[in-house]
């Protein structure tokens, strides 16, 4: 069954289960609540497909503010980077946030909280302090949902899956991992 656009999420659980469930429609692996192989740390989704690679993707429902993204990022640094999950290492990482300017806007309560301070300028700032990290930025705003790294651009935007349907291959094919990865060696390290 594919995922419905605009999603019903409510919790963190939701928009996990929301973003595993389309990953797997477009031809990824996608586990949820992963452990890692050495250390007692769980990743919100392990997803693996073999033209992509392995990414790992930290979950964040936003009740409060979006300094939630950089807390998240530190956590993926400080506890998840360099770690094995199942069988795989994680090229890329990525956080997920839903919630207040991060949600469709059909499911905003106003339209005075798209023009009162979350709006798409929260959105870009926060994907420009996760790529600092070299960490990716997605969310589900639309029915088309990519992990992004900037600058952003298809051949760094990552296809992750299309609600309602199949995600057309153009987007595969302007994927360049190498240049994508080459952002991610960007990250600072946790020491």
């Known amino acids: 069954m594919a995922v419905k656009y605009p999603p019903e999420i409510e919790s963190e659980s939701d928009l996990q289960q929301y973003i595993a469930r389309g990953m797997e429609q477009n031809g ?8 890692t192989s050495f250390d007692d740390y769980t990743a919100d989704i392990i997803g693996h497909r073999d033209d992509i690679g392995t990414i790992g993707i930290e979950c964040k429902y936003v009740t409060g503010g979006p300094v939630v993204a950089a807390k998240a990022a530190r956590q993926i640094v400080d506890k998840y980077a360099g770690q094995k999950f199942v069988k795989w290492h994680v090229d890329m990482w990525a956080v997920c946030l839903y919630g207040r300017a ?10 005075s909280e798209w023009r009162n301070g979350f709006d798409k300028g929260t959105v870009s700032a926060t994907q420009r302090i ?24 298809g051949d760094v935007r990552i296809p992750l899956f299309q609600a309602d ?3 057309p291959t153009q987007y595969s094919e302007k994927f360049d991992r190498e240049r994508a990865l ?4 960007r990250r600072p390290t946790g020491d």
């Open 182 to 185: 080459e952002l991610v060696k």
């Open 102 to 111: 991060f949600r469709p806007r059909e499911q905003r309560q106003t339209d």
């Open 28 to 35: 990824w692996t996608a586990l949820r609540e992963v452990d």
């Open 130 to 153: 996760l790529n600092g990290f070299g960490i990716g930025f997605t969310t589900v705003q639309q029915s088309r949902v990519f992990l992004e790294f900037l600058p952003s651009g």
């Open 165 to 167: 349907g199949d995600m």
